[in-house]
């Protein structure tokens, strides 16, 4: 079989043929009394494994040696490709999503376009300054997606200009809830913490809605997080959270101060007041966590609160009564 034929049904140009003939991959056995290469049936199967290996994305050089090496492993190779094709892929799919955050900031010029782009890249800089100018100059510059913003607020590990990400992300308006969603779902413990204070520095009506399933949440670290930024917003299903974290000595301070702060609206004093004397009353707490929860109590008003510092003021555990006893001077003084 002549190179032309060859070539009509293998689908392999005349001129690659040659070239593969040129590097060694594949030699016709014969040749024509006018001196035409001759291709028999084994070449065709050597071109057509050739074709093979290289759709699986080998070099020609690689192919060679997959054909020729009497050694050669393949499982090596194929675990060589299965990386290079994850990185491509990954590389690949980088680039494609800087496309639509460039997209989607809907540049009016290349101007724009570069500035966004400059933006992106500083974003993603191995600087850590230079990633907190990109995230405090993207308020006043160019137009950043928030998308952008809350991928690169989830992956940062540097606080300061997470701080700063998180601000730029609630002067924007909100948006990309999707993708903090994702984030609090993280099998990573610190994307979820990330995407729940980026959540909680949010003002939107979104971000409330998010924290309250993030006080559902199975992660600890995530509940205690959410339940602060609840109670800021006046949310009282956030007060058995609150008061657990008084009990077990997590960020305690801000729990009783988050406790105070609901506290402050007339309908949920009661039932704060209410929960901290379930726990006092429940006897399944220690005596540190017995004065924390009485501390706790000396801001909540209410006659539910003031009811119950009159019986702690009576207390075995002596600190405890003293604590109640002084907090009850306190409240009656004028």
């Known amino acids: ?17 040659r070239h593969y003939e040129s590097l060694g991959l ?4 014969g040749r024509t009394d006018a001196g035409y290469r001759e291709y028999f049936d084994e070449d065709i199967r050597r ?41 491509r892929i990954a590389a690949e799919t980088a680039l494609l999503t800087r496309l639509r955050r460039i997209g989607a900031a809907e540049p009016a010029g290349w101007q724009d376009v570069l500035q966004i782009v400059a933006l992106l890249q500083a974003l993603g800089s191995e600087s850590a300054g230079r ?13 950043v997606p ?46 979820r913490e990330r995407a729940v204070r980026t959540v909680a520095e949010m003002p939107n009506d979104e971000a409330t809605a998010l924290l309250r399933e993030a006080l559902g949440h199975s992660d600890i670290e995530v509940r205690r997080c959410a339940a602060p930024a609840l109670a800021a917003r006046g949310v009282a299903d956030a007060v058995p959270t609150l008061v657990d974290m008084v009990v077990e000595e997590s960020r305690d301070a801000e729990a009783a101060d988050a406790l105070t702060a609901l506290a402050s609206r007339p309908a949920a004093a009661d039932r704060i007041a209410a929960a901290l004397v379930d726990r006092l009353a429940g006897g399944a707490v220690g005596p540190a966590a017995r004065r924390r929860l ?9 006659s539910t609160a003031s009811h119950a510092l009159v ?24």
């Open 1 to 17: 079989m002549l190179i032309g034929e060859v070539a009509r049904r293998s689908g392999v140009s005349a001129r690659m043929l």
């Open 26 to 29: 594949v030699r016709p056995t």
């Open 47 to 87: 071109i057509f494994h050739i074709e093979s290996l290289r759709s699986l994305g080998l070099s020609l050089r690689e192919v060679g040696s997959a054909l020729d090496d009497p050694g050669f492993t393949p499982s090596r190779l194929v675990d060589d490709l299965v990386r290079r094709t994850r990185e």
């Open 131 to 143: 990633r907190q100018r990109a995230a405090l100059s993207s308020v006043e510059g160019a137009s």
């Open 146 to 191: 928030v998308e952008a913003l809350i991928e690169a607020v989830l992956g940062e590990p540097d606080p300061n200009v997470a701080g700063a990400l998180r601000w730029a992300l609630a002067q924007s308006g909100g948006g990309g809830w999707e993708l903090l969603a994702e984030g609090l779902g993280s099998p990573v413990a610190e994307v």
């Open 294 to 302: 009485t501390q706790a109590l000396a801001d909540i008003p209410g």
């Open 311 to 334: 019986e702690l003021s009576h207390d075995e555990d002596r600190a405890v009564a003293l604590t109640a006893a002084y907090v009850l001077t306190l409240r009656d003084a004028p």
